[in-house]
Each structure stands twice: as C-alpha cells, then as structure tokens.
C-alpha cells in the first residue's frame, strides 16, 4: 500500500532548450514527483494514459516502487506537451497542449491507495484535484499545487479547494497573483489566513519560501553553473518533500525544513539533465550529498 | 584617522514610491554607506558637495563618528537624483540625473585617510573610483561597486580596475551583462578569474551571493512585508559590510559572510523607512537582533 497518492499529467514532453532537445519523452507533474518521492517512499501514482503509452514506461515506475495502479488507460492518446526555453532558462514557453486523456479525467482510486496518509496534488484543474482528494480517507497531510490559468479562470472553486489542503504550492508569479500583492513575504502569510498550515513558494534559481503560522523558512537555490532543462523541477521539489515527509512521518516546523532542502536538493539534479534523464540514474547518497552542501552554502 | 574610507556621491534625492514621497532629502551611496558602516567602524567619507549643502547634513555624519574631512565643496549645487518606484518596487525609475558638482570629481584624499585599511569606492566613473584607489597607501581590503552604465560606457576602464581591487559588489543584472551570462553562478566564477578575492551579487528581494575560490555562500533576503523606499539598500549593504570587516579586522570566509548578514540587516532597515529616516534611529541591538532573525530563517 503506497503511503503517498501522487495526482497529476502524465505526458509526452518535447522539450527544447539552448543545450539541446529531446521529443516525446516521459514527462508530467505526476511522473516527476513520483519519482522523486520514491527516493524517500512507497509512492502511488493516479492518472490516465493513452493507448500510445509506451509499457516500459510503466515497467520503469513500477522499478522504482511506484504503484501503477492508478495509472489507467483513459483513451486512444496520452496527454502532450510540447514547450521551449531561451537562454536565460527562467521561464517555459509552452508551443503545444493536447490534453488527450487528461481532459476530464475524474479518476477513481484504487482502494490500496485510499488509505494512504500522504498526498499531493500536482497542477490540474481544482474539480479535478477536489475528486480525488475527496475518495482519500481522511489523510494525514495534503499537499496542493496550481498554476495561473487556474487562478485566471476557476479562482473560486480553488480558493474552496484551499480551504481543505494542509500545505499550499505556489511559484512566486502565481503567488503574487492569486493573492494581489507584490510582496511574497505578504502573499504568504495571506495564504495562511485561508486555512493551510504552510504554504511554500517556490522562486526558481532563487529558492523556496516556507510560511508557518510563527514562521519564516527561506532557503536559497542550489548554486548551478549548468542548467540544462528545467522541466520537472518544480514537481520533483514538491515530490521529493512530499516523500520525505511520509518517510519522516512528521509535519512539524523541523521536519518541513529539511523536507524542502530534499525537495531543492532533488530538483537541483533534475535541471542537470534533460527530462527524467538526470533522475533516473540519481542515488540516495547523492541526495545525501548535496543535502550536506546546502548546509555549508548557508552557514555563517 | 578613519579605518574605513568611502567614496562615492553625495545628493539632494527626490523619491517617490507607492508608500508616499520625499524632495531633496540627503542622500548619494556615500551617505548610505558611510552612515551603515558606522554602526561598526569609524567611516571617513570622501566626496564633493554644493555651497547649497545644508551645514546640519554635514553634522548628522559627524555626529556618526564619520570623519567629513573629505567632503569638499566642489562647486555651486551637489548632485541630484530623482526617481520613484512601481508598486512592484523591483527597480527605480530614474526621472532626472544632475551630476553637478559630481561630474568629473577628482578629490584628493585628506592625508589622514591614506592610511586607512579599508576602502569602498561606490558606483561612480572608473577613472574616478581608481583616481581615489591611487591615492591610498596599500589598504588591506578595497571593495569596488559599479553599474550598468559603466559597463557599457566604460567596460576596458573597469575590468582594469577590478583587477586591482579585492571584492567586486555587482547586482544581479550588471553581474549578467558584465560576465555576458543569464547565470549568476557561471557569472561570479567568471568575476574571481579577473583577480578579486571575492565576488558579491546583490539580488534585492532575493538576497546575496558570494563567490570565493572554493566556497558559494548563499544568503537569502531578509523577509520584509512592506518596503516602503528601496533607495540606499545596496548601498548600505556594502557600507554594513565594510563597516563590520574593518571592525572584524578579518577577511577569511567566515568574516566574509558574517559582514553579508550583517550588511543585509542593515539594508533591511534601510527599506522600511523613506531615505534615511530608518537609518538615523537604528540602534546596534536593532541590527543584532536581525542578525538573531537571520539565523533563525535559514537553520534547518
């Protein structure tokens, strides 16, 4: 039985980026923070897929003690994405959507999976996400995340959504947006006002930002000369946090910290190579590692 | 004599952001820095002033232990800047620039400032920063602040000078443009390569980095909800710097990074407050206690 619900895009990416690109890889939210979860846990993934869905695609989640069940074949295509970036990496410029199977997708969870006391909801549309938070069976810690077409066009039902998440994801754009401000410092502490526990934007090179209802958490971006794609890291951030705070078993201030150097620490791997490429041969000591360099790169 | 001289200009600033405006207040990097430094060191400041200077202005930096031996009225106005802010608060918009008695400013340094081991030459011309670098008598540190104009105006006279000097202050997008890299880590490598020491990146909201031989430290922002007037920030960071390693009488790492957090707790001060009102009733134990804050923000 897996111990954290991972809920999101499973895709076929086209990337380009100025150090090369890669077409139809595996890619999606879900495959992302899945994998990086798995490092710290039993990870079950929830999603739709295509009949075009390559089977070794699945044989490698299953390697990596991912739960496939929840991976159901949902019509003839699997969801595509297909986007660039320029030269200064900061941003993603998406050429093509298709969301295939995704459009819709109300999935139903596998009973294993209900029980699970962990899970996160990878960026999709908030009834979507709602579905299936709704069939967990009162988990322990939830974790939410969302982009801004989300905030732009289902704002309420999202802001509903919030209310009943524990931790709330955000990148710095859609953090100032949703909470109109400016100051992510202000927009953090709004987000409490709705009823998370925490709320952690994510600022890209710059690092991440921890609120709590006393505290403030600002851990820098790993230093990196080279990246070389940075699709994924968003969602292996969240994934490797989530996992480790399953495998930790905790959700206090402490636990959270040391959650989000894991869950830069993986991310930070992530960019370094195309895709999933980078993650696929990552061990736990080199996790372990850059966890120890982080550590020498904020002390004073 | 003072341990710390700083160079750099003096002005009458007319400020405007969304939190409310200011005309002709005292200010100029030189104010700003000289002013933090003495929070930790006796500051000599360097710089030309108008027969319009207001004699209380002069007071307020004596009554700061700054020597203004090296304030010398150059000419009939003192510089002048005006400029505001967008809500965002990310960067100035400059309405005006009087360069007045700043244009072409070629001081010389008070005998008793020859000796002084630690010297900050602020953003102005090259020609004039190395003009005042010439005439010390071998300090031990030199830190060397410079902006995009120079750059692009003036780059084969400032990699010059930046071969001469020890740490290299840039913010974020000077650091891109000088080292012809988006990536700020790629950027600072490449600054130690031209001979300092050190290299400081000043990223605003986001914090700092530091570049040394082996090490990357990596200091976030301090995290303030309202900011009320940006100018002066970098500047007291660098005078907050300076001022605690002339103090410290050190320049290994450690020191390195403890006069960051301390030039950033400085800084921090700064921009709550319009010009330098914060500044002049900041107390020691208000910086201590930031620093404390600081600790607090990045432990994990």
């Given at each position: 039985?897996?111990?954290l619900?991972?809920?999101?895009?499973?895709?076929?990416?086209?990337?380009?980026?100025?150090?090369?690109?890669?077409?139809?890889?595996?890619?999606?939210?879900?495959?992302?923070a899945s994998v990086a979860a798995s490092f710290f846990t039993h990870a079950?993934?929830?999603?739709?897929?295509?009949?075009?869905?390559?089977?070794?695609?699945?044989?490698?989640?299953?390697?990596r003690n991912i739960?496939?069940?929840?991976?159901?074949?949902?019509?003839?295509?699997?969801?595509?994405?297909?986007?660039?970036?320029?030269?200064?990496?900061?941003?993603?410029?998406?050429?093509?959507?298709?969301?295939?199977?995704?459009?819709?997708?109300?999935?139903?969870?596998?009973?294993?999976?209900?029980?699970?006391?962990?899970?996160?909801?990878?960026?999709?549309?908030?009834?979507?996400?709602?579905?299936?938070?709704?069939?967990?069976?009162?988990?322990?810690?939830?974790?939410?995340?969302?982009?801004?077409?989300?905030?732009?066009?289902?704002?309420?039902?999202?802001?509903?959504?919030?209310?009943?998440?524990?931790?709330?994801?955000?990148?710095?754009?859609?953090?100032?947006?949703?909470?109109?401000?400016?100051?992510?410092?202000?927009?953090?502490?709004?987000?409490?006002?709705?009823?998370?526990?925490?709320?952690?934007?994510?600022?890209?090179?710059?690092?991440?930002?921890?609120?709590?209802?006393?505290?403030?958490?600002?851990?820098?971006?790993?230093?990196?000369?080279?990246?070389?794609?940075?699709?994924?890291?968003?969602?292996s951030?969240?994934g490797g946090l989530a996992g480790f705070?399953a495998k930790?078993?905790?959700?206090?201030?402490?636990?959270?910290?040391?959650?989000?150097?894991y869950g830069?620490a993986i991310?930070?791997y992530t960019?370094?190579?195309?895709?999933?490429?980078?993650l696929r041969?990552l061990t736990n000591p080199d996790i372990q590692?850059r966890y120890?360099?982080?550590?020498?790169?904020?002390?004073?």
């Amino acid at each position: 039985m897996p111990k954290l619900v991972v809920f999101g895009s499973v895709a076929f990416d086209s990337i380009r980026t100025p150090f090369g690109e890669a077409n139809e890889v595996l890619g999606g939210a879900a495959v992302y923070a899945s994998v990086a979860a798995s490092f710290f846990t039993h990870a079950g993934i929830v999603s739709g897929i295509g009949k075009d869905f390559p089977k070794e695609w699945t044989e490698l989640l299953r390697k990596r003690n991912i739960s496939t069940e929840g991976l159901k074949i949902a019509g003839e295509k699997t969801f595509r994405w297909k986007g660039y970036y320029e030269y200064d990496m900061a941003s993603a410029h998406t050429v093509s959507t298709e969301l295939n199977v995704m459009e819709g997708l109300m999935p139903e969870l596998p009973g294993s999976y209900r029980k699970a006391p962990y899970v996160f909801l990878a960026n999709l549309h908030p009834e979507q996400q709602l579905h299936v938070l709704d069939q967990m069976d009162n988990p322990r810690l939830s974790i939410l995340d969302t982009m801004n077409y989300w905030i732009t066009n289902e704002k309420e039902k999202l802001m509903n959504l919030i209310k009943k998440i524990d931790i709330l994801l955000l990148n710095d754009a859609e953090a100032r947006q949703l909470f109109s401000t400016p100051n992510l410092i202000a927009a953090g502490r709004r987000a409490l006002a709705y009823g998370p526990g925490a709320c952690i934007i994510k600022k890209g090179e710059h690092g991440v930002l921890l609120f709590t209802e006393k505290e403030i958490f600002s851990l820098p971006g790993y230093p990196l000369e080279t990246v070389r794609d940075p699709t994924g890291a968003g969602d292996s951030f969240a994934g490797g946090l989530a996992g480790f705070l399953a495998k930790a078993g905790a959700m206090d201030e402490k636990a959270l910290r040391k959650a989000m150097v894991y869950g830069s620490a993986i991310a930070s791997y992530t960019v370094e190579g195309f895709g999933l490429d980078r993650l696929r041969s990552l061990t736990n000591p080199d996790i372990q590692q850059r966890y120890k360099e982080f550590e020498k790169i904020v002390r004073f």
